[in-house]
T-cell receptor
Framework: GENVEQHPSTLSVQEGDSAVIKCTYS??????FPWYKQELGKRPQLIID?????GEKKDQRIAVTLNKTAKHFSLHITETQPEDSAVYFC?????????????FGKGTLLTVNP | ETGVTQSPTHLIKTRGQQVTLRCSSQ?????VSWYQQALGQGPQFIFQ???????GRGNFPPRFSGLQFPNYSSELNVNALELDDSALYLC????????????FGPGTRLTVT
């Protein structure tokens, strides 16, 4: 089955700096890659996603890049703010139709220091 | 548009007991997936329901079972609870216009003693 590795497990940056989180996946059939943000005691929140027919997607300060050949994808957050502090999870899915089982990485704890 | 809801919020059970967790999907969504999130880990896929049928299952034993109702709400049942079943149980709904996007509920925190 699919295996998703996520690095780093913890990341500390100064406010205003950029943060990058990287994930690799094993199943070459995976075609959908979402990123979730989970604050302490809250639900995972979908923040951005990318499909395998796209190499990069951007939404304001957040961007995701995908390299299908190398089977890795990354989350980039620019101009970080203290409210960006949370655990971020990457996930991969090889489903089709209505079947999109997500396999998650173990998460990255991002701390943005004011 | 209403979001995904789950009940109860917290639950404490004894080893060997049975538990039922509930999830109401977001309006316009016909698919519910269940995940188990252990402390400090990413969510792990349990199973998915689409139009009242199981539509994929993760590496969980048969004592984890589920149902989906005609209104697309869903239940997760766990029999013969074990201590390792203590976790946050999340459901996610999907199947709207962007059918691959999954939106999570707040979760049910299950503690097995």
């Amino acid at each position: 089955g699919e295996n998703v590795e996520q690095h780093p497990s913890t990341l500390s940056v100064q406010e205003g700096d950029s943060a990058v989180i990287k994930c690799t996946y094993s199943d070459s059939a995976s075609n959908y890659f979402p990123w979730y943000k989970q604050e302490l005691g809250k639900r995972p929140q979908l923040i951005i996603d990318i499909r395998s027919n796209v190499g990069e997607k951007k939404d304001q300060r957040i961007a995701v890049t995908l390299n299908k050949t190398a089977k890795h994808f990354s989350l980039h957050i620019t101009e970080t703010q203290p409210e960006d502090s949370a655990v971020y999870f990457c996930a991969a899915s090889s489903g089709g139709g209505s079947n999109y089982k997500l396999t998650f990485g173990k998460g990255t704890l991002l701390t943005v220091n004011p | 548009e209403t979001g995904v809801t789950q009940s109860p919020t917290h639950l404490i059970k004894t080893r060997g007991q049975q538990v039922t967790l509930r999830c109401s999907s977001q309006s316009g969504h016909n698919t519910v997936s269940w995940y188990q999130q252990a402390l400090g880990q990413g969510p792990q896929f349990i199973f998915q329901y689409y139009r009242e049928e199981e539509n994929g299952r993760g590496n969980f034993p048969p004592r984890f079972s589920g149902l989906q109702f005609p209104n697309y709400s869903s239940e997760l049942n766990v029999n013969a609870l074990e201590l390792d079943d203590s976790a946050l149980y999340l459901c996610a709904s999907s199947g709207g216009p962007q059918r691959y996007e999954q939106y999570f509920g707040p979760g049910t925190r299950l503690t097995v003693t």
